[in-house]
């Protein structure tokens, strides 16, 4: 399998080395040149198998060429064992049709931990072959920064330095970045928003004198294994549910793009997903654009669904270059637009996207009734991006259909929002231990790209 770049200009590379690369040389994101397709059959035999062998079957021909089937199977079995679930995503009813993803069972509390223990092992199993060192540097709204830590922390070849924006991430996903000792970790509060933190990353990718140097990588979901490992979990839900004998819906709450496109890679590969709902906090350009008013960036405004407050969603690039029939001379143009403010999508693109995308948006009153709604009618007590899903969810639901709504993060880890909507306060699982006596350790920096650098240049530890 070769990965190539959304906007073509940058070599082909295996799976590993687009996975130690990161963002393409010419800004771009890589992709796998052809989606394989899993033959109906198979799809239907991965109804009740656990989910290792899920993810095995699912992801084998997009790594195959880079890991031997043992070594992927062993990394696959060390990724999920710390999971708190056996199902590893378990599913909960909570009405005829409506149906959460449970994809909080991980070591951080948020989905992320499918995608972030899967590339720790696959780039700790790298890494040792060739004896390479790298520094990983990545921008965080708040769940990345602290699954990327939780995977990498320890480790003698990896540097991980996270930017997360100064004041606008939760006490607990601050805390969980803070607070681990490891040596080789390294949590930096941006005077910024999550753009500055991610444009700061883009920059230094596009830097190649401090790229080499350092030799950077990147864990953000601009890696295509990020979104691979994602892929898994559309499969083993849908398949519990009755595909591929009959189609399932999705409402994914959504920011930066990397989650809901890989229920779109899951449907090119041939599970039957009716419609891939894009669900929205009131930092809304997904669902305008969806709308067909352009990608037009405004202020981000800070929400009480904080992971999701962002303007330029990174994997967008990857759906635009798709709804482009993979144009990637086109993707550069709109991509350099974006630079100055925004772009309008061609009435063709626009079609395409509808055909896969649906959209809505919630907004804070919304999400905090439907906290208090959803604890009220299921008993269930969820995060304030789930309860964004699950309000746009409700909209879209088509009769028949089974609709299942991402529940993307555990509710403790955005207490205050939680318990000022609904009156209860969510526990964090006894296995997150003293997460708040714990000691903190932060550098705070400013929205500077020379001083960013010049500080990670200083404190790589190997
Ligand atoms: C809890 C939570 N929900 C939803 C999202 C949005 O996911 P994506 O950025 O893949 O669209 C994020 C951030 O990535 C998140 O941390
Ligand atoms: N919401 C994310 C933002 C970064 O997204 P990524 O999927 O590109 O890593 C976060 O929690 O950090």
């Not at 963002?23 to 009740?48: C, Q, V």
């Not at 009716?274 to 352009?294: E, F, K, P």
Request: net charge negative.
């Amino acid at each position: 399998m070769r990965y190539i770049s959304t906007r073509g200009q940058a070599p082909e590379l295996t799976f590993e080395e687009a996975m130690l690369t990161g963002l393409a040389r010419d800004g771009g994101l890589y992709l796998p040149a052809e989606i394989p397709a899993i033959p109906s059959d198979e799809i239907a035999a991965l109804a009740g198998q656990p989910y290792e062998e899920i993810a095995f079957r699912v992801m084998w021909p997009y790594v195959s060429g880079s890991f031997s089937e043992d070594e992927f199977r062993g990394i696959i079995a060390r990724a999920y064992e710390g999971f708190g679930h056996a199902a590893r995503a378990p599913l909960r009813q909570l009405d005829a049709n409506a149906f959460l993803l449970e994809l909080f069972h991980g070591p951080t509390l948020a989905f992320k931990d499918f995608a972030m223990q899967l590339i720790g092992q696959l780039f700790q199993t790298a890494l040792e072959r060739s004896g390479e060192r790298v520094t990983i540097v990545g921008a965080t709204s708040g769940d990345t920064g602290s699954a990327a830590i939780e995977a990498f922390r320890g480790l003698d070849n990896v540097d991980v330095f996270i930017l997360f924006p100064h004041g606008r991430v939760s006490e607990v996903q601050r805390r969980q970045m803070t607070t681990p000792e490891d040596a080789n970790v390294h949590a930096l509060a941006l005077d910024g928003d999550f753009d500055d933190c991610q444009a700061a990353v883009k920059a230094m990718f596009n830097d190649f004198e401090f790229r080499d140097g350092v030799r950077l990588a990147g864990v953000n979901s601009i890696n295509f294994a990020r979104v691979l490992a994602q892929v898994v979990y559309y499969f083993s839900s849908a398949t519990n549910l009755g595909a591929p004998h009959r189609a399932v819906d999705f409402t994914v709450p959504t920011g930066n793009f990397g989650d809901i496109f890989a229920g779109y890679i899951a449907r090119r590969m041939g599970l039957p997903i009716g419609r891939l709902v894009v669900a929205t906090n009131q930092n809304d350009i997904l669902h305008r654009c969806l709308s067909g008013q352009g990608y037009h960036k405004g202020d981000t405004i800070p929400s009480i669904s904080p992971s999701m407050d962002i303007q330029v969603s990174s994997n967008f690039e990857r759906a635009l270059y798709y709804a482009y029939d993979q144009d990637g001379r086109a993707v550069a143009q709109l991509m350099d637009e974006l630079k100055t403010g925004g772009f309008e999508v061609s009435q063709g693109a626009m079609q395409a996207l509808r055909e896969t995308y649906a959209s809505g948006r919630a907004s804070e009153t919304e999400t905090g009734a439907t906290i208090r709604s959803t604890l009220a009618s299921s008993a269930e007590l969820v995060c304030p991006h789930t309860a964004v899903g699950l309000k746009v969810a409700g909209e879209q639901a088509r009769p028949g259909v089974p609709m299942v709504t991402l529940a993307t993060a555990h509710p403790a880890k955005f207490p205050a929002a939680v318990e000022e909507a609904s009156g209860v306060f969510p526990p964090l699982p006894s296995r997150m231990g003293n997460l708040y006596e714990k000691p903190e350790r932060v550098h705070r920096i400013a929205n500077d790209l020379g001083a960013i650098e010049d500080h990670i240049r200083g404190h790589i530890h190997a």
